[in-house]
Nanobody, 126 residues
Framework: QVQLVESGGGLVQAGGSLRLSCAAS????????MGWFRQAPGKERDFVAG????????RYADSVKGRFTISRDNAKNTLYLQMNSLKPEDTAVYYC???????????????????WGQGTQVTVSS
């Protein structure tokens, strides 16, 4: 059974940084495309970033390009999201998601991902 557990969220001032982690209990983690989504109160869950199976390619929402970096460590079964230059509008619950196989291009639809974590709250104060 696949389990995803996010950590690293918290309260940070605008301009600050946070690093999210997602520990995955997937035996064949390296064969899964991974993604980060976020959901602000009253809004839909939106794609933030995705990374392909061996980490060879990634994709970002326009709103986070140049500020966020997605990465993965297949030896540790862990996905990361480094978030720099945070803005109040980045405030949301951040979710880790997984889908088996290679995704070319990396899928941005939440319905394309089979497994989800419970989410971690990120709050950016102005």
């Amino acid at each position: 059974q696949v389990q995803l557990v996010e950590s690293g969220g918290g309260l940070v001032q605008a301009g600050g940084s946070l690093r999210l982690s997602c520990a995955a209990s997937i035996r064949t983690f390296s064969t899964y495309t991974m993604g980060w989504f976020r959901q602000a109160p009253g809004k839909e869950r939106d794609f933030v970033a995705g990374i392909n199976t061996i980490g060879g390619s990634s994709r970002y929402a326009d709103s986070v390009k140049g500020r966020f970096t997605i990465s993965r460590d297949n030896a540790k079964n862990t996905l990361y999201l480094q978030m720099n230059s945070l803005k109040p509008e980045d405030t949301a619950v951040y979710y880790c998601a997984a889908r088996p196989g290679l995704s070319v291009p990396i899928n941005t639809l939440r319905t394309a991902y089979n497994y989800w974590g419970q989410g971690t709250q990120v709050t950016v104060s102005s």
